[in-house]
């Protein structure tokens, strides 16, 4: 400080350099704080996050449920659940399951329930039936004779061999043969949404007329000695 100056002035200058000094010094702080982030606050945003995504709806959502014919039925809860994993372990324990009204031998649609606690939820069930083998199939033209029995094996209808899963689902209308009266009569064969038409020809045997032998005439076999023995016999 210049010597001019005097104590009192001195005194100020002092002050007013200590004051600044303190409000430097204070802002510094106050930035660096500002900088500084929040680990708690930020800590605690993460663990409540986490808690709402691990939060479970527990609705319960049945599946419309569906399977071939003559199959064994599934009695795993999960299995009719849409929405398993949305649904906390303990209350799929507490879940019951009745399929006591599906017919899995008959096709069609059905209703199974599912029960918690006092409530009940509805849900479907379809039974189907099996595919069957795509198949082509080409009929007889058959000759039956007159008041004959017509034949109920499906194979002697058909040209094409044929397994016993495909012969039980076969149609056979006869329904328009008369074996009575001859004539030609027209059957039916139905496979897998086809029709097929098929010929029945029903005919009368020819019949032989019987040849008689003359009185005069010689039997075969006999000569003219075994003759005259014959007539010394009857003399």
Same mark, same amino acid.
């Given at each position: 400080?210049?010597?001019?100056?005097?104590?009192?002035?001195?005194? %100020?200058?002092?002050?007013?350099?200590? *004051?600044?000094? *303190?409000?430097?010094?204070?802002?510094?702080?106050?930035?660096?704080?500002?900088?500084?982030?929040?680990? !708690?606050?930020?800590?605690?945003?993460?663990?409540?996050?986490?808690?709402?995504?691990?939060?479970?709806?527990?609705?319960?959502?049945?599946?419309?449920?569906?399977?071939?014919?003559?199959?064994?039925?599934?009695?795993?809860?999960?299995?009719?659940?849409?929405?398993?994993?949305?649904?906390?372990?303990?209350?799929?324990?507490?879940? !019951?399951?009745?399929?006591?009204? *599906?017919?899995?031998?008959?096709?069609?649609?059905?209703? =199974?329930?599912?029960?918690?606690?006092?409530?009940?939820?509805?849900?479907?069930?379809?039974? !189907?039936?099996?595919?069957?083998?795509?198949?082509?199939?080409?009929? !007889?033209?058959?000759?039956?004779?007159?008041?004959?029995?017509?034949?109920?094996? %499906?194979?002697? =209808?058909?040209?094409?061999?044929?397994?016993?899963?495909?012969?039980?689902?076969?149609?056979?209308?006869?329904?328009?043969?008369?074996?009575?009266?001859?004539?030609?009569?027209?059957?039916? *064969?139905? =496979?897998?949404?086809?029709? =097929?038409?098929?010929?029945?020809?029903?005919?009368?045997?020819?019949?032989?007329?019987?040849?008689?032998?003359?009185?005069?005439?010689?039997?075969?076999?006999?000569?003219?000695?075994?003759?005259?023995?014959?007539?010394?016999?009857?003399?």
């Amino acid at each position: 400080m210049e010597k001019g100056l005097s104590n009192k002035q001195r005194y %100020i200058i002092a002050g007013a350099i200590a *004051v600044w000094g *303190v409000i430097f010094i204070g802002s510094g702080v106050t930035m660096t704080m500002m900088d500084t982030p929040i680990k !708690k606050e930020k800590t605690e945003f993460k663990v409540v996050q986490k808690r709402v995504a691990n939060m479970k709806s527990n609705e319960i959502r049945l599946k419309a449920m569906e399977q071939e014919i003559n199959q064994p039925i599934s009695v795993n809860i999960k299995d009719y659940l849409e929405n398993v994993n949305d649904i906390d372990n303990d209350i799929i324990e507490d879940l !019951k399951l009745d399929t006591s009204m *599906v017919n899995v031998n008959q096709a069609g649609t059905y209703t =199974y329930t599912v029960t918690y606690k006092k409530k009940t939820f509805n849900g479907t069930f379809t039974i !189907k039936e099996k595919p069957l083998p795509n198949m082509v199939l080409t009929l !007889k033209d058959l000759n039956i004779e007159l008041g004959s029995t017509l034949s109920t094996d %499906i194979q002697n =209808y058909i040209n094409e061999p044929l397994t016993d899963e495909v012969k039980q689902n076969i149609t056979l209308d006869l329904s328009k043969v008369n074996t009575a009266q001859a004539a030609n009569y027209q059957y039916t *064969v139905t =496979y897998n949404g086809r029709l =097929y038409t098929g010929t029945i020809t029903i005919f009368s045997p020819q019949k032989t007329e019987q040849q008689e032998t003359p009185n005069n005439q010689q039997t075969p076999g006999k000569t003219e000695e075994n003759k005259n023995t014959d007539e010394q016999k009857q003399s």
